[in-house]
């Protein structure tokens, strides 16, 4: 359990190799100024690790002779530093001298994977999978295989999935499927999942006061907002936004009450925590079908931008 709780601690505190070219400036988000906190609220308090568990760990994440849950996650957030810089830190975190700080390179704008690219399949491809022009329909073509579906021997059985990808930190985003479309996936997921309300893993890059520096996507306003409308039983009746439904041996459906009155957290909506209920992996496979869509962006910045939170209400006020 001790080693567990190690794990847990140092995953969050282990940022990009950027944020630690200037100290420990990104870890303080998660486990305060000093390190006094409990990262999400279940690590173990990492100002009481020694300077030689910290660098042990720190060690360990890059050559892969250390960690659980958060191996792989780390794994490409440590592989840039040296022995110097792992010694800084840790020294840092012990209240020792700041660790030093790297001369300022400018940011350097990564080109957005457009996933729709190359997907929109030259015409013979749509005529051939067009089964309304064959005269004959076998069932290799029925499934989406194209293969014999009475074996399932590997050369038969299909393209594999492929969801290999880089680690947090180091892949490069992909441009929104479509307008306002949920952000894909692009770094490799192994070690984060199971998400669950009292461990989600994402929170530790992805929440708004540290994603900037971790180079993510930050958690938007609607994840922080409850859009379900408020709901009481008084007087015998159901009451919803403050209009009574009514029982009568139904619950009442709220379809004449427009939208619900947002009501903004200061923390995530948990009606929200299971993040790859809307984000996926995506596989690196070709697809098994011809694909036409082609997606309409508002603007530039749209592809990897949302405003969600501002047309929530659009076709229904």
């Known amino acids: 359990m001790t080693k567990v709780l190690k794990v847990i601690a140092l995953g969050s505190l282990i940022a990009s190799s950027a944020l630690y070219s200037a100290g420990t400036a990104g870890c303080v988000a998660c486990h305060g100024v000093?390190?006094?906190?409990?990262?999400?609220?279940?690590s173990k308090v990492v100002k009481d690790m020694t300077k030689e568990e910290i660098v042990k760990a720190l060690n360990g994440y890059k050559d892969g002779s250390y960690g659980g849950a958060m191996k792989a996650m780390m794994a490409g957030q440590v592989k840039s530093l040296d022995?110097?810089?792992?010694?800084?830190?840790?020294?840092?975190?012990?209240g020792g001298a700041?660790?030093?700080v790297a001369e300022a390179k400018p940011a350097v704008k990564k080109k957005l994977i457009n996933i729709n690219e190359g997907v929109q399949n030259a015409p013979e491809r749509e005529a051939k999978e067009d089964l309304g022009n064959k005269k004959i329909v076998t069932e290799e073509v029925l499934g989406l295989r194209k293969t014999d579906l009475y074996s399932e021997k590997a050369e038969t059985t299909g393209v594999k999935t492929d969801y290999s990808r880089p680690a947090p930190g180091s892949s490069t985003k992909f441009e929104r499927a479509y307008f306002n479309a949920p952000p894909m996936i692009p770094h490799s997921v192994d070690g984060l999942l199971p998400i669950k309300q009292d461990n989600n893993q994402c929170l530790?890059?992805?929440m708004p006061e540290v994603a900037k520096g971790m180079g993510a996507t930050p958690i938007p306003v609607t994840h922080f907002t409850n859009y379900r409308p408020t709901t009481i039983f008084k007087d015998g009746e159901l009451v919803k936004e403050g209009k009574t439904v009514g029982m009568n041996g139904e619950m009442g459906n709220?379809?004449?009450?427009?939208?619900?009155?947002?009501?903004?957290?200061?923390k995530l909506y948990q009606g929200r925590f299971n993040c790859t209920q809307c984000?996926?992996?995506?596989?690196?496979?070709?697809?098994?079908?011809?694909?036409?869509?082609?997606?309409?962006f508002k603007d530039d910045k749209m592809k990897s931008h949302s405003s969600l939170a501002d047309a929530m209400n659009e076709g229904v006020e």
């Open 98 to 100: 700041k660790a030093p």
């Open 34 to 42: 000093t390190f006094e906190k409990k990262a999400m609220g279940k």
């Open 83 to 94: 022995e110097a810089s792992i010694n800084a830190i840790a020294d840092e975190i012990k």
């Open 204 to 206: 530790g890059c992805h």
């Open 279 to 296: 984000h996926a992996p995506q596989s690196k496979t070709d697809t098994v079908v011809a694909n036409t869509f082609s997606p309409d």
């Open 254 to 266: 709220v379809g004449d009450i427009k939208i619900a009155k947002a009501k903004k957290l200061d």
